[in-house]
């Protein structure tokens, strides 16, 4: 299967309102070229090197998301560009993100990512934390960051339940935040190749898909 069959297959198996981030991650720009060439605009990169490199290769019209975990000494190279950072996880990573911003006036989106798996490696606020964090009102001071929405990552189990039930766990904490943030905040950000199509009937707006449209990636280079 091409690179551009599957983003089209995938496109036309979404509903409406689901929007498919491509992730490129340790796939060449080539690649990300190909899956261009086919109308996707909406990309996925986890590391800010190979991040920034495609920007400078690729078209300009391309909205790049971040969605691996993010170093604050790192915000400033990427700020001046990217779309959304949607691993949001820190309040550290918060103040460094608005006063990048800030720097180059801008307004940048960012989801902020709960942690919901059973694995203690995947990243992410712990739910409580982050409410405390919002309650306190700190969010709201950032004049050049738009808070999205929620992103999130499901436990890694080939039980369904255990998946669908971390789901429902990320859109409740969406649907809680939700009238916090107002209108703006519209992004579940879940679903990856494995479970999209789960993630979906759980109600994810937006899904990051990479394997199933790219091939496997070589962790080996
Ligand atoms: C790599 C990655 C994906 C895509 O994973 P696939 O299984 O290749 O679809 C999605 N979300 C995040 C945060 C990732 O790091």
């Known amino acids: 299967m091409s690179v551009r069959s599957q983003i089209i297959d995938i496109k036309a198996s979404l509903p409406s309102g689901v929007s498919l981030v491509a992730v490129s991650k340790m796939h060449p720009a080539e690649a990300v070229a190909e899956a261009y060439s086919a109308g996707q605009r909406l990309f996925g990169e986890s590391r800010v090197q190979e991040l920034v490199a495609k920007y400078e290769l690729l078209p300009k019209d391309i909205e790049w998301n971040m969605i691996g975990h993010l170093q604050t000494n790192k915000v400033k190279a990427i ?3 990217v779309a959304m950072i949607q691993s949001v996880d820190s309040a550290r990573l918060v103040e460094a993100i608005q006063s990048a911003a800030a720097q180059c006036r801008r307004v940048v989106d960012i989801l902020l990512e709960i942690h919901v798996a059973d694995e203690q490696t995947k990243s992410g606020w712990d739910y ?3 409410r405390q964090y919002i309650e306190s009102g700190a969010l709201s001071q950032m004049a050049n960051i738009r808070v999205r929405g929620v992103m999130g990552i499901a436990t890694n189990s080939c039980d369904e339940r255990v998946v669908e039930r971390d789901f429902m766990r990320l ?6 935040l939700q009238p916090l943030f107002g209108d703006t ?3 579940l950000s879940m679903g990856m190749s494995g479970d999209y199509p789960l993630a979906v009937r759980c109600g994810s707006t937006m ?3 990479g394997s199933s449209i790219f091939g ?6």
């Open 185 to 187: 905040f519209d992004t």
């Open 79 to 81: 700020v001046p560009f």
């Open 207 to 209: 899904i990051r898909v």
């Open 171 to 176: 859109r409740e904490c969406k649907d809680e």
């Open 128 to 130: 409580a934390d982050l």
């Open 216 to 221: 496997e990636r070589d962790y080996s280079k």
